[in-house]
């Protein structure tokens, strides 16, 4: 099983959707979650952490299920602006700092 | 503050040639995290340096090497260049438990 994975899409979702992606890892002993978003031949962004208690920006949430081992990130009301390679990060064990990137899951807004 | 900065932005060199890519992390982050993105694929894990040290590396052969220096800024080298090398190549840093941030990468083709 990979450490971490995502379903690569295209979502391909119309303005105004609400669209949600998973995120599934393999170690249960992880502590830091991230949401990073990438644009077209750019490098990867902080989109948002994931908190233990999931947390929301704007149109924005992210969730954190320790029993499933996945997180969720959750768009409202899609704008063209959003689409973009959402990748999902992991911390490799508790007290390292090796992050471990899925594949991304890429999103389509279209008008 | 400056971010993290990448150099050279684009290298072009012939195959069996030798790359090196350099790196300066956020000043006070000490993890230094190198990925190789090739076209239209997800990020791969390299390498990741903390302290000055290597702490773990990806799934590459040998000729893929790098190291960190006392001030933090790192060097990615990679010799006996092949084709399938021309890549994104991205670093990241961070500090200890937080997010990556990443820089605008080096775009290495090799012909």
């Known amino acids: ?111 | 503050e400056a971010g993290v900065t990448q150099s050279p932005t684009h290298l072009i060199k012939t195959r069996g040639q030798q790359a090196t890519l350099r790196c300066s992390p956020i000043s006070g982050h000490t993890s230094v995290y190198w990925y190789q993105q090739a076209l239209g694929l997800g990020l791969q894990f390299l390498l990741w340096y903390d302290e000055g040290e290597e702490r773990n590396r990806g799934n590459f052969p040998p000729r893929f090497s790098g190291r960190q220096f006392p001030n933090y800024s790192s060097e990615l080298n990679v010799n006996a260049l092949e084709l399938e090398d021309s890549a994104l190549y991205l670093c990241a840093s961070s500090s200890t438990g937080g997010e990556a941030f990443f820089g605008q990468g080096t775009r290495l083709t090799v012909v």
């Open chain 1, 1 to 111: 099983r990979k450490e971490v994975e995502q379903d690569p899409g295209p979502f391909n979702v119309p303005e105004g959707a609400t669209v949600a992606f998973n995120c599934t890892y393999s170690n249960s002993a992880s502590q830091s979650f991230f949401w990073y978003r990438q644009d077209c031949r750019k490098e990867p962004k902080l989109l948002m952490s994931v908190y233990s208690s999931g947390n929301e920006d704007g149109r924005f949430t992210a969730q954190l299920n320790r029993a499933s081992q996945y997180i969720s990130l959750l768009i409202r009301d899609s704008k063209l602006s959003d689409s973009a390679t959402y990748l999902c990060v992991v911390n490799a064990l508790p007290n390292t700092d090796k992050l471990i990137f899925g594949t991304g899951t890429r999103l389509q807004v279209f008008p």
